[in-house]
């Protein structure tokens, strides 16, 4: 069975923003065979309007950040939460990305933030960042 996880929006929006880093080269590997995420609607409204809001950053027009949120749709698992474990994190966006990664079966958390899924480890949800997610699959680091 492929390897699922929750890629955070804090990696969407860096991956969009520079070509790079460990972020561009994870979400460019999103839709192979090296693993699936997993997206629920919140997360993927999440994902719009933060990508939306710093789209000066990105250089991307509206229309593709549509067309990139599109691709991940079609390739994801995409996942109906059904049991909120609210509050848990100390944010409320982090809580959905937890939650979708309980629902969704997910072992890990792409992330950069660490350290804001603290507790994730309860549920058996290990947070990593880009790079060692890269290094785990065998992708480059």
């Known amino acids: 069975m492929m390897m699922r996880v929750v890629i955070d929006t804090c990696v969407l929006v860096s991956a969009l923003r ?13 839709g192979t ?3 699936e995420i997993a997206l629920s609607v919140p997360i993927v409204l999440e994902y719009e309007d933060a990508a939306k809001r710093l789209g000066d950053a ?4 509206h229309e593709d950040i549509d067309d990139v949120i599109d691709y ?3 390739v994801a698992h995409l996942q ?3 049991f909120l474990w609210r509050p848990l994190l100390r944010d409320p966006r982090d809580d959905q ?3 979708l990664a309980v629902e969704a079966g997910c072992d ?4 950069h933030n660490i350290r ?20 785990r699959i065998g992708g480059e680091s």
Do not use: M, Y
Not at 108 to 111: C, H, S
């Open 116 to 135: 804001d899924f603290a507790g994730s480890d309860q549920f058996g949800i290990q947070a990593i960042r880009p790079g060692e997610f890269l290094r």
């Open 80 to 82: 109906e939460i059904h």
């Open 108 to 111: 890990l958390i792409v992330t």
């Open 33 to 35: 065979s090296a693993f």
């Open 18 to 30: 520079s070509s790079r880093g460990a972020s561009f080269r994870l979400v460019n590997l999103v």
């Open 72 to 74: 991940l749709c079609s």
């Open 97 to 99: 990305v937890l939650e």
């Open 58 to 61: 990105t250089a991307l027009a």
